[in-house]
T-cell receptor, first 116, second 111 residues
Framework: DSGVTQTPKHLITATGQRVTLRCSPR?????VYWYQQSLDQGLQFLIQ???????AKGNILERFSAQQFPDLHSELNLSSLELGDSALYFC???????????????FGPGTRLTVL | SQKIEQNSEALNIQEGKTATLTCNYT??????LQWYRQDPGRGPVFLLL?????KEKRKERLKVTFDTTLKQSLFHITASQPADSATYLC??????????FGKGTKLSVKP
């Protein structure tokens, strides 16, 4: 058990809909990362938050957004869903996530999103 | 572009043998590399980190090497067991504290 929790575990929805994925980091970790994993693309970095502020952006679509709240939990919002958004979405946390740092990232169990 | 590549998608070996997985990088020099294990449908789990000034790092049956001349890291599992079957991911640091992952190598250890 990594200490990172994600809800829900599974989500099935229709194209055009909007969903929210939730992540609670390990106690004491200030950085939260979101990744998307599909069969053909591997683990793709989406976005990072550090202590409530956006720190880094990866391959995140404009239809996707995220935020980190004062209690450090984070939510990833996916809107106008398309079939291709079906994937596993992982949240990870680390102590700092500093630039050039070597933080280990602790991953949650993931949310499996299926768009029909 | 700055790539990190795991050339083998899959590796099949016999129990008791040493598994060797490869991670190559091009067009940059990472200060460190991390290795993670991922079981099907689960999140990756951190295994080892090796810095560029370290030739080798060990943890129980695991060993990682970092060759800056060859721009390559090798990940070894000695005395492999069926329970070692999983996908192993190599990762480098991104420009802002994030990690960039390779696509992984799926290891199958047959009894």
């Amino acid at each position: 058990d990594s200490g990172v929790t994600q809800t829900p575990k599974h989500l099935i929805t229709a194209t055009g809909q909007r969903v929210t994925l939730r992540c609670s980091p390990r106690s004491g970790d200030l950085s939260v990362y979101w990744y998307q994993q599909s069969l053909d693309q591997g683990l793709q970095f989406l976005i990072q938050y550090y202590n409530g502020e956006e720190r880094a952006k990866g391959n995140i679509l404009e239809r996707f957004s995220a935020q980190q709240f004062p209690d450090l939990h984070s939510e990833l919002n996916l809107s106008s869903l398309e079939l291709g958004d079906s994937a596993l979405y992982f949240c990870a946390s680390s102590v700092e996530g500093a630039i050039g740092g070597t933080d280990t990232q602790y991953f949650g169990p993931g949310t499996r999103l299926t768009v029909l | 572009s700055q790539k990190i590549e795991q050339n083998s998608e899959a590796l099949n070996i016999q129990e008791g043998k040493t598994a060797t997985l490869t991670c190559n990088y091009t067009n940059y020099s990472p200060a460190y590399l991390q290795w993670y294990r991922q079981d099907p449908g689960r999140g990756p789990v951190f295994l080892l980190l090796i810095r560029e000034n370290e030739k080798e790092k060990r943890k129980e049956r695991l060993k990682v090497t970092f060759d800056t001349t060859l721009k390559q890291s090798l990940f070894h599992i000695t005395a492999s067991q069926p329970a070692d079957s999983a996908t192993y991911l190599c990762a480098r640091g991104g420009s802002q504290g994030n990690l960039i992952f390779g696509k992984g190598t799926k290891l199958s250890v047959k009894p």
